[in-house]
């Protein structure tokens, strides 16, 4: 009987197999990157999409009879006069430390004059409505959340509808008008307190003449300046109470997914402030 003996490995069919091995593997980690990238746009265009559906409705029900005036009041409380502290708070050292940074800039170039006039036009165009809508996002966003989040996953929002009430109608509209309204008046008291803290600064400290300084601020604001202002103020104020409705809405899970949907609110509400900033002075520099 003939003996067989093993047939001898080719190093070039080796080299073959183990090419032929790390392409398999690069077309298949190819093809798991291509699939992540797909499905992260994906759920982005369907967030977008369910964001966009919820935004219609809560507008389509802002504009529509019945309206609760009495939640409406309630949420203008409840955003406006007691969100007053942080805001004033934050537009007086604001406007303190703007007008200290700005006059050690100024000073270099022989230009300390110019410290009332970029003060007031910095707080009004910009710095006062970003940061009160910052600060409202923080204290009202996430509230706003939380309150709803927890009606949903207590199932309230289920019993509303069982009584014929509308959630959209009853929860969202009256938060959504209040933001809308609201935060232009805590901008325009914000403009005032950190445009008086910028004049403390510049007279007790910096040694200006109080009626000059009073005089260059008044003398190069323009209307449109705080026009502007209280325009973002109100687009702000839309986001914060739409993003808090939103995701309080959609909250699941029990008390974990009432923590989650307060945390992407208030990220969302800070995300979207400062893309619609952009935006918002684009065009209404044009």
């Given at each position: ?48 999409g ?6 219609a ?24 006069y ?14 303190m ?75 969202v ?19 005032i ?11 007790e ?7 000059n ?74």
């Amino acid at each position: 009987m003939r003996r067989r003996f093993p047939t001898r490995f080719s190093p070039r069919s080796g080299t073959a197999i183990i090419v032929s091995i790390w392409k398999a593997r690069a077309d298949i980690m190819e093809k798991n990157f291509l699939a992540t990238i797909g499905r992260v746009f994906l759920s982005f265009m369907a967030a977008v999409g369910r964001i966009t559906v919820f935004t219609a409705k809560g507008l389509r029900h802002c504009v529509t009879p019945p309206f609760y005036l009495r939640l409406i009041g309630k949420q203008m409380m409840d955003i406006g006069y007691y969100s007053l502290p942080v805001v004033g708070m934050t537009a007086l050292f604001t406007g303190m430390v703007l007008a200290l940074q700005i006059y050690v800039g100024s000073s270099r170039f022989n230009a300390e004059s110019a410290v009332a006039t970029i003060v007031v036009i910095g707080l009004t165009r910009e710095l006062a409505p970003v940061l009160s809508g910052l600060m409202i996002a923080g204290r009202v966003g996430a509230a706003i959340a939380a309150e709803i989040g927890t009606m949903r996953v207590t199932e309230q929002i289920d019993a509303l509808v069982t009584l014929s009430t509308n959630p959209f109608k009853y929860l969202v509209a009256p938060r959504l008008i209040a933001g809308l309204v609201t935060l232009p008046f805590l901008v325009l008291i914000g403009d005032i307190i950190g445009v008086s803290g910028g004049f403390l600064v510049a007279t007790e400290k910096l040694g200006f003449n109080a009626s000059n300084y009073l005089n260059n601020t008044f003398e190069f604001l323009e209307i449109s300046d705080v026009v502007s202002g209280l325009i973002k103020a109100g687009v702000f104020g839309f986001i914060v109470s739409l993003m808090g409705c939103y995701h309080g809405f959609h909250s699941t899970g029990g008390a974990q997914g009432v923590g989650k949907a307060t945390t992407n609110a208030v990220v969302s509400s800070f995300v979207l402030i400062l893309i619609s900033d952009y935006f918002l002075t684009v065009l209404l520099i044009e």
